[in-house]
Every structure is written in structure tokens, then in C-alpha cells.
């Protein structure tokens, strides 16, 4: 899935809130003493540090911070920007072979979002513990869906598995087996055609260059 860190790009489906109900949030952040102490003016550096912090706690690879904050070269949010006026993020990583998105705009800031991410996370992991429910399991409600724009590989679309080899004529069959379903005379819809046509004209590019 190809998500960009800047501007945010809001999981498709998840319902927004309205900024009336946002409020101001407090969170443990974790000092260089491993202390934690409770800051209300939370920055988006020590925000995104707890944050990876709990991402590596459960494995997860390959994360982007989705927000309005203009982003470094590293593709994180640059510290010290004005906040803007949609403070919502959407944090989107693979878990386990698997992409997840977990969105968040409950907060004013987009530090306190971010923040509350990395809260939710830890608590997530304190659950684990008990044993009834792997991180895995308990995090199959964030199973992400595309966000608004995002296009999936003409691969993902056709079934194709990633670094294996195809041919166009191998190519044209399993889009005539996928059209069976996309086609909205069949069920589909004229959508899920159109992405298919583009993945098959994308997958015979690729495969004729």
C-alpha cells in the first residue's frame, strides 16, 4: 500500500470527528532517565519516540506517520511547524505480513494524537499479557483499507505474488478470471473494473519493458 506521510491521508471508511468534540490530552512521556512524566504540552518529537518505541514492541515494520505537518527527509513530522487546522493521524505499518492503519484525531494537536497511538498501543500490549488474545488477534480490527487516492499494485489486484514471475499471457488469464467478479454485470462493480483494467494495462507494462 502507498501511503505518504504529508498531507494526511485518512483511512477510507473510519468517520471522522467533529473538531468541536476534540479535546486537549495529557500523556506519560518517557524521559532520558526512563522516568515518565506527564506533560501537557507534548511535542511531536517526543511523541513520534514513544510511539516507535511501542512499534518495535510488537514487531512492527515499515510505519508512516500520516499527518498534516510537513514532513524532514526521513519522512517523519518536522517539530516546531504551526499546528494546522486538521490536527488528525493516521499511523499505517505492516504487522505480522499484514498492513494495519490506526487513526487518530480525538485530540487538538497532532502530538496528542500521535501520542494517544502510542497509548493505545502499550495498552494493547498490557491486555496481551493476560493471554486470552495475541497483539495479532486484538489488532485485526485496524486491518487497513486504502486510503483516499492510494492504489494497490497491479500484483495485489491480479493475485500476483510479489517477485514472482509472470507473463503477459499468464497476465490476460488472471484478468479474465478477475473480471468474472469486478464486472458490474456480475456482481461487481464499476469501480473495482476500472482498477482492474489499470492493473492489467500496469502488469503487461511491466512485464513488455
Known sequence: MSVSAFPLQWPAGRVRKPAAARRDGRFNIKRSNGRYLQTHGVSVADALARLQDELDRIGAILPVVSTNLQTRLDGLPRSGQPEPSDPGVALYFQLQGKPHCMPCDTYTKVAQNIAAIAAHIEATRAIERHGVSSVAEMFAGF?????????????????????VPVTATEIEYLFRLAAKK????????????????????????????
Not at 494497490?152 to 505474488?161: C, D, K, P, S, T
Open 143 to 163: 486491518t487497513a483499507l486504502p486510503a483516499p487516492g492510494a492504489r494497490r499494485h497491479w500484483r495485489e489486484v491480479l493475485g500476483i505474488a510479489p517477485n
Open 182 to 209: 469486478a464486472h458490474p454485470d456480475t456482481g461487481g462493480s464499476h469501480t473495482a473494473m476500472a482498477e482492474l483494467n489499470a492493473a492489467r494495462d500496469e502488469a503487461l507494462k511491466a512485464v513488455r519493458s
